[in-house]
């Protein structure tokens, strides 16, 4: 090869190279915004991960048709708060899009509904909490609006149950708000002490599903 032809070679690999580095500065630069949006799109694999953590919520949760039975105001969100904070705070760790608690919601209604009817108002108490992080926290960038979220999650259920009883009347007839069915239902010292309690074991769950989730994703299974 000739000095001519090396010198061609050289110049010809320079700009290649060149080219490389300016093709991954713009695609590291496209990363960054992408990420930087608060809208994204979700893709199947998104869908398919929240789909799997609410099986798990929901198999965990089996012990609601004992709760349904016991006539304490607020016993459900009790006795469901951990395993209602842990694994969806788990589904937004992964999923860090907006929406990602409603598509929980939805997924738990759709199998819940027929065993408990006021299990519809999760979406409804997901959509304020999602547009409460949204506000505060502009997404679910940070751990700390998924443990916000998660925490809220079940409490917020509470004054919608109470509004939702006091909506339709017992099956005998008089009137007499549904709620009069349950103990403690006319109690205010007994229902914000219920909620305090609901709070605390959905802020111990959400802790819990951020540690968690956090693990796997240092195991390289949360990717």
Do not use: H
Not at 22 to 37: F, H, P, Q
């Amino acid at each position: 090869m000739t000095t001519r032809e090396k010198a061609i070679a050289e110049l010809v690999n320079f700009f290649k190279e060149e080219n490389s580095v300016e093709l991954l500065a713009t695609s590291v630069s496209d990363e960054k915004k992408s990420s930087n949006k608060i809208f994204r799109k979700y893709k199947i694999k998104d869908i398919v991960f929240l789909a799997i953590i609410t099986a798990c919520t929901l198999v965990t949760g089996a012990i609601m048709p004992l709760l349904t039975s016991v006539p304490l105001f607020g016993i459900i969100q009790l006795g469901l708060g951990i395993q209602f904070s842990l694994f969806p705070v788990i589904g937004m760790m992964k999923v860090r899009k907006p929406f990602a608690l409603v598509l929980q919601s939805i997924f738990i209604s759709i199998f819940l509904v027929f065993m408990f009817p006021p299990m519809l108002l999760l979406i409804a108490c997901a959509i304020v909490i999602e547009i409460l992080v949204l506000l505060i926290f502009r997404g679910y960038k940070n751990d700390w609006a998924c443990v916000f979220a998660g925490t809220l999650y079940m409490p917020m259920t509470i004054p919608l149950l109470y509004m939702y009883y006091n909506l339709f009347y017992t099956v005998s007839g008089n009137e007499k708000s549904a709620v009069s069915m349950f103990i403690g239902a006319n109690n205010v010292g007994l229902i914000i002490g219920m909620t305090l309690a609901v709070m605390l074991v959905c802020f111990i769950g959400s802790v819990i599903g951020l540690i968690v989730a956090k693990e796997l994703k240092k195991a390289g299974k949360l990717k």
